[in-house]
């Protein structure tokens, strides 16, 4: 089966640009989370997505969206990119049906971002 | 301040040897996730522990979960090369909100053949 596949795996912006990165979910998974990790730090925490809908935010500014498709893909988009907004960004998706949190978040290999 | 402390923050050991890693945690424990990442890639998914005083172990990996100090530790025997990467925790907080999972810094680990 496959695991959690990223679009595109690298990708150069310039500052003021906008960024639209993908994310299929492993097949069944109904839950997407999405993360941003910055050299030498553990991911942080950006969004999370079950069921189309938004079910929590982390601390980013507005400049960062995202949305969920009926086939549970997801794409997170960034506006007005900053110098700050380079770091490899990871999509995870989950089998959590309800509000249980046992279940893992299963990750795929990321969309490294640079920003010039 | 971080909420999940990883130790030590990089290490390196002689192929064969034993280490451990340690996670803990400023706030109480609903789960506790390990991954293992390899430079620049994704996370792959080692082991959860949930109930205080749970080991698991996956092949030469073995990680416990005490609640009471909000602490895990993972133990890899016999460390080899492909043992390399950097290990991190990943935790649920209550009142987190969603499912969101706090990681620590990692902790990077070096295997000398």
């Known amino acids: 089966d496959a695991g959690v596949t990223q679009s595109p795996t690298h990708l150069i912006k310039t500052r003021g640009q906008q960024v639209t990165l993908r994310c299929s979910p492993i097949s069944g998974h109904k839950s997407v989370s999405w993360y941003q990790q910055v050299l030498g730090q553990g991911p942080q925490f950006i969004f999370q997505?079950?069921?189309?809908?938004?079910?929590g935010r982390g601390n980013f500014p507005d400049r960062f969206s995202a949305r969920q498709f009926p086939n549970y893909s997801s794409e997170l988009n960034v506006n007005a990119l900053l110098l700050g907004d380079s770091a490899l960004y990871l999509c995870?998706?989950?089998?959590?049906?309800?509000?249980?949190?046992?279940?893992?978040?299963?990750f795929g290999d990321g969309t490294r971002l640079s920003i010039l | 301040s971080q909420e999940l402390e990883q130790s030590p923050q990089s290490l390196i050991v002689q192929e064969g040897k034993n280490l451990t890693i340690n996670c803990t945690s400023s706030k109480t424990l609903y789960g506790l996730y390990w991954y293992k990442q390899k430079y620049g890639e994704g996370l792959i998914f080692l082991m959860m522990?949930?109930?205080?005083?749970e080991e698991k172990s996956h092949e030469k990996i073995t990680a416990k979960l005490d609640e009471k100090k909000q602490q895990s530790s993972l133990h890899i025997t016999a460390s080899q090369p492909s043992h390399a990467g950097i290990y991190l925790c990943?935790?649920?907080?209550?009142?987190?909100?969603?499912?969101?999972?706090?990681f620590g810094k990692g902790t990077k680990l070096s295997v000398i053949p």
């Open positions: 522990l949930q109930k205080g005083g």
């Open positions: 990943g935790a649920y907080f209550s009142g987190a909100g969603s499912y969101q999972l706090t």
């Open positions: 997505y079950y069921e189309k809908e938004e079910r």
């Open positions: 995870a998706s989950s089998a959590l049906t309800g509000l249980e949190a046992n279940q893992p978040q299963h």
